[in-house]
């Protein structure tokens, strides 16, 4: 799971890290979060905007924006998409359910925004990027304390895989012979040509953590349908 840490986006990378020390990450609640809101960014040195600003996003009626505030500075977002799969994956005691996933469409404003989307994420390939979080609950069944990270990949439906940027997890790790609720999340590049194929993809999972090593036990892939 790749850490980035430019100069637009000191914040979220600061979440990266905590969690990838083991730490808390609080970023994503899943609460619902005004269409309005101040957005508080730190701007190189030579950029134009202010450091403090109001960003607006687009939000459709009856949703909930459960990502990130520091995202809105790389772009408004757009046709957030909700689905319950009721999803069970199972590996090496591990047992994961799937109880909600949430897709966000993000699109730069300018060419400033752009640019600075492309210097934070040198592998960006397209006009859109997509966020998919994901309402976990990690069920224990072994003798190590455990975690999950990811998803690590997503799938298209014509076979094509797209490789996370970053991505973290909010909440606690499942101690043994129990559960834990969490929101993970991971940020994906979608090319415009292929974002009409995000009617349904699969999600690949990265390793299960155990004492913060990862153990190569990948849950199988999840197909997810809108």
Avoid: H
């Avoid at 101040?38 to 459960?66: D, L, R, W, Y």
């Avoid at 991505?167 to 999340?185: F, H, L, M, R």
């Amino acid at each position: 799971m790749k850490k980035l840490l430019t100069a637009g986006f000191v914040a979220f990378s600061a979440a990266v890290l905590l969690t990838a020390c083991g730490g808390k990450d609080t970023t994503n609640t899943g609460k619902s979060k005004s269409a309005s809101q101040n957005v508080n960014v730190e701007i190189p040195k030579g950029e134009s905007k202010s450091a403090s600003q109001n960003v607006n996003v687009e939000i459709p009626k009856g949703e909930k924006k459960v990502l990130p505030q520091q995202f809105t500075y790389f772009g408004k977002t757009q046709d957030v998409k909700v689905v319950n799969p009721n999803k069970t994956l199972s590996k090496g005691g591990y047992t994961v359910n799937l109880k909600e996933v949430r897709l966000t469409k993000f699109t730069p404003k300018d060419d400033l925004d752009k640019e600075n989307t492309k210097d934070s994420f040198p592998s960006a390939t397209g006009e859109f990027f997509y966020v998919i979080a994901i309402e976990t609950e990690l069920n224990n069944n072994t003798k190590e304390r455990a975690d999950i990270y990811g998803p690590e990949a997503l799938i298209l439906s014509d076979g094509t895989q797209l490789d996370d940027d970053t991505g973290v997890s909010g909440g606690d790790p499942a101690e043994v012979g129990s559960k834990a609720k969490k929101t993970i999340w991971t940020l994906f590049w979608v090319p415009a040509e292929e974002a009409a194929k995000l009617t349904s993809f699969k999600i690949q999972f990265d390793d299960v953590y155990v004492n913060s090593t990862g153990t190569g036990n990948v849950f199988p892939d999840a197909t997810i349908k809108f």
